[in-house]
């Protein structure tokens, strides 16, 4: 049974699929519990790049990848994860129609 958490978890991830169509292959392979072995070291990579995002290549978008990578092993983690990702989505949402509003004066 899956919880709460990790079901909204999942559909963040589906998100993801749907707004990089090429991803959700691969995202819905690293997701089966199969993937674990392959998951935790390749959040780790994830992380590390982001952090070191500065670098060339390096993007800060592998430290959320990253983290999400990791909160599906450590459901400790899933709750946070997912409560700054509904923030950062709502924010962004604000930024976009602000600067759409904008645009129309």
Same mark, same amino acid.
């Given at each position: ?6 079901? #909204? =978890?999942? $559909?963040?991830?589906?998100? %993801? ?8 292959? &691969? @995202? ?7 993937? #674990? =072995?392959? $998951?935790?070291?390749?959040? %780790? ?8 995002? &500065? @670098? ?8 959320? =990848? ?40």
């Amino acid at each position: 049974m899956m919880s709460k958490e990790e079901a #909204r =978890l999942h $559909r963040q991830f589906d998100r %993801i699929g749907r707004a990089v169509p090429a991803s959700s292959g &691969f @995202l819905n392979w690293i997701r089966q519990p199969s993937s #674990r =072995l392959v $998951r935790i070291p390749l959040g %780790i990579l994830l992380i590390l790049g982001g952090v070191f995002s &500065f @670098l060339p290549i390096l993007g800060a978008w592998m430290l959320p =990848l990253g983290l999400f990578l990791i909160a599906l092993d450590l459901p400790f983690l899933q709750g946070p994860i997912n409560r700054v990702s509904f923030w950062a989505q709502r924010k962004w949402t604000a930024w976009r129609r602000g600067r759409k509003a904008r645009k129309g004066d």
